[in-house]
């Protein structure tokens, strides 16, 4: 039997080739709990994105928790834990995430403005030149 303070499981003696995960028999209890230092939170009647992650609903919005003995956040973005020199102030998502996330929604900078801009504004405000 495998134990661990925030999740237990029962993995059988046979070994059955490389897999990256222990298979478990589909009739054992899993135990899941929040990951955070003394939260004794069931995660069993939570939603699966919360038990997913190992994480309460209420820890997934705090903006300081303890796991480990080490002060971090959880990244709605990466649905993990991060250090808190990883967030801007009172931020939900890390620095490297939401830079991602701002450059796809920039709209490219040019360097100049198309040459028939001029025109494109004299005739939307019905105008026949604009210089």
Partial sequence: MFEDSKFSLMESSSSSGSSKRAKTPSNIAHVVSCLVDGCTSDLSQCREYHRRHKVCE???????????GREQRFCQQCSRFHSLVEFDEGKRSCRKRLDGHNRRRRKPQSESLPKNTGRFLSNQQGLHSCF
């Fill in 58 to 68: 209420v820890h997934s919005k705090t903006p300081k928790v303890t796991i480990g």
